[in-house]
C-alpha cells in the first residue's frame, strides 16, 4: 500500500470518498432502484414500473471544457448538475423518463472533500430529474491529470411506452415552437469563452457592473437547467409533436435534429420574442461574434424546444411556466432552412 501512495494512488483517501459520498447517493433512490452503492454493478427493477412495452433511451454526456473554469474558481459543487442536465435533457427529448444514472470521475489526486463536492452536484440534478444515481467510478490517475483537476462524465437511461416514443415525424408546417428558457450558457461553447476570456484579459472574479451582478465566473458556472419534470407533466396532458433540447451547435444544428427524416421541413424563429441572458451581449461584445456564429455555437438563452399544433400552445404554456419562462418564439416551415429574424 505504501509503495501504491508513492506512485501517487492514496487507497485511504478513496475509501474516505465513498464514505462521503454515500449520503448523497442515497437520496436520489426512486421506484425500481435495487440495493444500495458498493456492489460490483447496480440494478434497477423495470418490471416495478408497469410500463407494457418499454422503450430505453440512454444519453451520456460530459461537462467539455466548461471544468476549466471550475478548476480556476475552486468551485466544485454544480458541475455534477451539468453532467446530469447534458444526460436527462436528451432522453426526455425522445419522451423517456429517466431512471437511473452512471457517473465517470477521474481526478488527478484523490481530493475526498472536492470529490464529495462534485458528487453532491451529481445528486442535486438527479434529484431535480428523479433519476437515481446507483453506481459510478472514480479513478486516481495522477499521471493523466493535473492535481486538483478531473474530468467528469455520466450515463442515464430512461423508458417510455414504445407507443408515446416521440420521433418527430407528424411536425407539419404551420406547428408552433415553444422555447424554454436556459439559466445561462449551460455546458456547450466553452472552448470559445475561454479564448473571449484569454484574449480580453477578463478576470473571472471580477463583478463587470455594467452587465452583471455577480462576478463573471459565477455567471458562467451558473449549472445547466433540468427541463425533465416540466416536460413529463406536458407529455401527460398535451400531445406533442417534437422537442429539441440546444446543445452544442445552437440553433442551426440542434433544430433540424427534430425532423431529420424530413428534409423539406425549416424552422422560423422571432429572436425578439425572448430575454436573453446578459452573458450573450458580453461574450458577443468581447469576442465580436457575428449574429450568425453567436447562433451557431450557444443556446441564446433557449435550452428546450417543444413542437406542437397551435390549439394547444395555451394549455401547454399554463403547465410549462409552472417549472420555467416559456414562450412562443418560432413556427415550423417548409423552407428546409432555420430562420433566425
Known sequence: MDLYKQSGVDLEAGYESVERIKKHTQRTFRKGVMGGIGAFGGNFDLSSLGIKEPILVSG????GTKLKLAFEMNQHD????DCVAMCVNDVVV???????????LAVGKNYPAQIEQIVKGIADGCVQSNCALIGGETAEMPSMYNDGEYDVAGFCVGVV???????????SEGDVIIGLNSSGVHSNGFSLVRKIITDNNLDLNKIYDTHFTEPLGNVLLTPTTIYVKAILELL??????????????????????????????????????????????????KGNITEKEIFNVFNMGIGFMIVLTKDNVDKALGILSKFHKAQVIGEITNSGLIEIK
Not at 425522445?94 to 465517470?104: C, I, S
Not at 424563429?269 to 436573453?276: G, P, R
Request: proline share 4%; aromatic share 12%.
Open 161 to 171: 411506452e414504445k407507443s408515446k416514443l416521440m420521433t418527430g415525424e407528424n411536425i
Open 236 to 285: 401527460e396532458t398535451i400531445a406533442v409533436k417534437g422537442m429539441c433540447h440546444i446543445t452544442g451547435g445552437g440553433f442551426y444544428e440542434n433544430v433540424p435534429r427534430m425532423f431529420t427524416n424530413n428534409k423539406e421541413l425549416g424552422a422560423s424563429f422571432i429572436s425578439t420574442s425572448w430575454q436573453k441572458p446578459t452573458i450573450y451581449n458580453f461574450l458577443q461584445e
Open 60 to 63: 451520456t454526456d460530459g461537462v
Open 94 to 104: 425522445q419522451g423517456a423518463a429517466p431512471l437511473y444514472f452512471l457517473d465517470y
Open 78 to 81: 454544480t458541475i455534477g448538475v
